[in-house]
């Protein structure tokens, strides 16, 4: 039986926390999960300590990227065989991850994405976001010939290889269609598996308006710097 | 050429600015590794100042035709420069100060589960 980790990045996530640890422990006990607590400045910090959480607490905030990567970091260290990254704020559906890791086995996969958009069910996002992830979608295409069409998915299962991978080198800010692209040119195999999101109760997306426009031009030259370093990089 | 009174006040000036940078050296309030470029910048100031024809000169080689336009070409090159560096030394720091936090939150789940463990020991003990 392969040791699965999983996990949970979360900032001011207080509202969410509780139900889908409890979530975790009661019904999927047969996976061992972290939080990551991205320098909270609310009671997550409380919750966890009160519960007795499997906690990772950042003092400082680092964002999304950086508190991935210490989960992939406590992956590596206590030689987990899986990692799965879910967010903190019950988006993600626990019970599609057992099909994930058996699609994984079956595919031979380093990197199985849970994809809103294969089977295209349950919460689907607005319109205008659906293409840009559509066209960062494409754009990856073209960088590693890997078609993803979630690109911006969070609901990630890697197995060791791409957890060093990712320990030692996963971006900042806005990570999921870099990683990607990261997972590719290390020659990781990229696969997709329809599963169903849920829109978040608590709290707000990330992503604002305002922010897209950034969002957009960040992650389009981040993924073509990374594909272009890659020629450097295969020659050591 | 320049002016004999120019040339001992602008010499003052560079003397000033050496003196600074020493200071702030021997006070260890910079990293010497950060200063080189300062003080290389210096030593051209310097050289400038008593031999402003090779200013002239490697103006006119990149095919600049006002001696001040080379100058201040020249100086915003160098800041260019500069502000390059100390972005990439930003960079570099941030990348350090991620791995640091990173290892600091993996350390603190240790101590505290360490901690919580040997609480229940003693717990027993009694």
């Given amino acids: 039986m392969a040791r699965v980790l999983i996990i949970i990045p979360a900032y001011n996530e207080a509202g969410n926390i509780e139900k889908v640890i409890d979530d975790l422990t009661t019904n999927y006990p047969q996976y061992d999960y972290v939080i990551v607590n991205d320098g909270s400045t609310d009671a997550t910090k409380e919750i966890c300590r009160e519960n007795h959480y499997h906690v990772l607490h950042l003092p400082v905030n680092l964002g999304i990227g950086g508190a991935v990567q210490t989960g992939y970091r406590y992956a590596w260290e206590n030689d987990y065989d899986l990692a799965v990254q879910i967010d903190g704020d019950g988006q993600h559906d626990v019970s599609f991850l057992q099909d994930m890791i058996a699609y994984m086995d079956e595919q031979g996969a380093d990197c199985v994405i849970g994809s809103r958009f294969v089977r295209k069910e349950g919460f689907q996002s607005s319109g205008l976001r659906r293409t840009g992830i559509q066209f960062l979608s494409i754009l990856g295409f073209i960088l590693t010939g890997v078609r993803v069409r979630d690109i911006t998915s969070g609901y990630r299962l890697v197995n060791r290889k791409l957890i060093r991978v990712f320990a030692l080198d996963y971006p900042a800010d806005y990570p999921e269609p870099e990683a990607m692209v990261i997972a590719a040119v290390y020659g990781g195999r990229i696969k997709e598996y329809p599963v169903v999101m849920r829109e978040r109760e608590n709290g707000t997306s990330s992503i604002n308006l305002k922010r897209s426009v950034y969002y957009m031009v960040k992650v389009t030259l981040a993924m073509l710097i990374r594909r272009l370093s890659f020629g450097v990089r295969r020659q050591k | ?126």
Avoid at chain 2, 60 to 80: D, H, K, P, T, W
């Fill in chain 2, 1 to 126: 050429m320049i002016p004999r009174p120019l040339q001992i006040t602008l010499s003052i000036a560079v003397v000033c600015y050496f003196i600074i940078i020493l200071y702030y050296l021997k006070r260890r309030m910079l990293e010497l590794k950060y200063t080189l470029i300062w003080l290389a910048a210096g030593v051209v100031m310097g050289i400038m100042i008593y031999f402003p024809e090779l200013l002239v000169r490697f103006a006119r080689m990149l095919g600049i035709e006002s001696n001040m336009n080379g100058l201040y070409i020249l100086c915003i090159a160098f800041i260019l420069m500069i502000l390059m560096t100390l972005t990439a030394i930003v960079s570099r720091q941030q990348m350090k100060i991620r791995t640091l936090i990173q290892e600091i939150s993996m350390l603190e789940k240790r101590v505290r589960e360490m901690e919580s463990n040997a609480g229940n020991m003693e717990g027993r003990e009694k």
